[in-house]
């Protein structure tokens, strides 16, 4: 399973009472993962193209859903914005 550099960063040091929106690319069956996201604490806020779930979760619980079965990948939703450098989800525009 692929996992970004962003999530990896959330999963080993979440803040706490933060959320984040994450993409999950189901290696199979999506509907599997989205129980399992669920059951998880993440709550499904779109279905899109390719098997992709846009998941919200706390960061707290970013951990969990790494280790989930049936994964092909997880990134922040950042990756769906590029910018002029291509850096995509691992700039902050906010000047974090």
Known sequence: MYVSPAVRSIREHPVE???V????RAADDVAEI???IETAGGTIEESLEFE???????????GEIC??????SIETDRT?????DGAGEDVSTSGE
Do not use: F, Y
């Open 34 to 36: 989205r129980d399992r």
């Open 52 to 62: 992709t779930l846009a998941v919200s979760i706390p960061q707290t619980g970013v």
């Open 80 to 84: 769906l914005t590029i910018d002029a």
């Open 17 to 19: 009472d933060e959320s």
């Open 21 to 24: 929106t994450l993409l999950v």
């Open 67 to 72: 280790e989930l079965e049936g994964i092909e």
